[in-house]
Structures are given as structure tokens and as C-alpha cells.
């Protein structure tokens, strides 16, 4: 199975590589520096930017699944996932490829706080997504109404805070909402879950909380 990556030389991107590779999957992966990335001669690489709707068709030119762990690297308004993801949905609707698995966040929507205490739904609404998270939040809300709304077969995977953790092999999955009091979950465990939703048809056209 042929599989392409956008977003592979981050942090979350570099675990979910290694796993794909381990996995015995054919990966392309788009790199802006191909030269950094230790792992670029066991994978096509196409060099090239996200923005670049060229470049996001070669990615995508022969996958059979897209995997997406692109995203805000700073706290200030960047727009990456805004102007990016409409373009990998583009590509693939051309290409004619449907699975694409999306590392999004949990506050991509309005359901994530329902199933936590009420002091922590306002504090988490009120002085995290309203202001310190402000920017990288909307970005999350714009990446899921674009897959929510282009027909592919998407799956988006919504993880509270991340950390560079080992993995547990142990968290808790919900369809519905932030699982209660769930703060965060390794990037190794989010990598492991992404990874085994490429054969899964579990989540398919649906957001997913993972946290511990």
C-alpha cells in the first residue's frame, strides 16, 4: 500500500514515518528540506512546498492514503492549515484517491468540553481556545469543515496536549467528545493510532478524541 505524508519532518510527522516504513508501507513524503530528514532514502521524496499545488500532486499522484500532520507551529495567526488543506483535498478529488487521516486537535469542535466538569469547560473555553490558543484553534475548526464537507473518506484524529512521552499503548478512544479530565497523550500514541486507522474503516467520515 502506497501511502503520502504531508507534514513528515515535525515532530508527530517523524514518528508516524518511522512507523509507516516499519509497517512495510511504500511512503512519499513532501519536504522542504529533504536533506534534514534522516530517513528520506528509504521513501519517494518530493521537495517542494505544502503551498505549492504542484508539488501537493506529486505528493498525492499514486497513494492509495494520505496522512496529514500539518499544523500551526506558532501561536500567532499563520493560516497553514486554511490555505493547505483545501489544497491536498483538491489534488486527491482530482487524483481520484479517497482516505485521507488527519492529525487535527481537540478543540476542532463544539463538542470536545461536554463531557468534562463545568469549572473546566469555562476555563478551557474562556483562557485557552478564546485567547492563548486563539489562532492555532481556528485553523483546527477551518481543517475539519473542509474534510467534514469533501466527500473523501476522512478519518481526523483530535488529541488534547501533546507530549514527546513514550508510548503507553493505553488511552482512551470517543467518538463524541474529549474523554473526561483527558489532558494529554504522546505523540508516539497518536503516531500508533493514526498508523492503524490506514486498514481501519472504524472512523471513517468522523472526528475521533484520543487522550489518556
Known amino acids: 500500500m502506497k501511502i503520502a505524508i504531508f507534514g513528515a519532518s515535525g515532530a508527530t510527522g517523524r514518528l508516524l514515518t518511522e512507523r ?12 522542504r528540506r529533504p536533506a534534514k530528514f ?3 532514502e528509504q521513501m519517494r521524496v518530493v521537495e517542494g512546498s505544502a503551498f505549492n499545488a504542484e508539488a501537493v500532486q506529486r505528493t498525492v499522484e499514486g497513494a492509495d492514503v ?3 500532520v500539518l ?9 497553514v492549515l486554511e490555505r493547505v488543506v483545501p489544497l491536498i483535498v483538491e489534488e486527491m478529488q482530482q487524483s481520484g484517491v ?20 463545568a469549572w473546566r469547560r469555562w ?9 492563548f490558543l486563539k489562532w492555532p484553534v481556528a485553523s483546527q475548526v477551518a481543517q475539519w469543515k473542509t474534510l467534514a464537507a469533501s466527500g473523501l473518506d476522512f478519518t481526523m484524529v483530535m488529541p488534547p496536549m501533546l507530549t514527546d512521552g513514550k508510548a503507553r499503548d ?31 474503516r472504524e472512523w471513517v467520515g468522523k472526528g475521533v478524541y484520543v487522550a489518556y
Do not use: H, W
Open 98 to 117: 479517497r482516505r485521507i487521516i488527519a492529525l487535527g486537535s481537540a478543540g476542532a469542535k463544539d463538542d470536545l468540553l461536554k463531557k468534562q466538569p
Open 38 to 40: 534522516a530517513l528520506r
Open 66 to 68: 494520505v496522512l496529514s
Open 71 to 79: 499544523g500551526a507551529r506558532l501561536l500567532r495567526r499563520e493560516d
Open 20 to 31: 509507516c516504513l516499519a509497517a512495510g508501507y511504500e511512503v512519499a513524503a513532501l519536504l
Open 170 to 200: 493505553k488511552f482512551r478512544i470517543n467518538g463524541e467528545a474529549l474523554p473526561p479530565d483527558g489532558r494529554q497523550i504522546a505523540r508516539a500514541d497518536v503516531a500508533n493510532f493514526m498508523v492503524a486507522q490506514i486498514e481501519s
Open 123 to 131: 476555563f478551557v473555553q474562556k483562557m485557552v481556545y478564546n485567547t
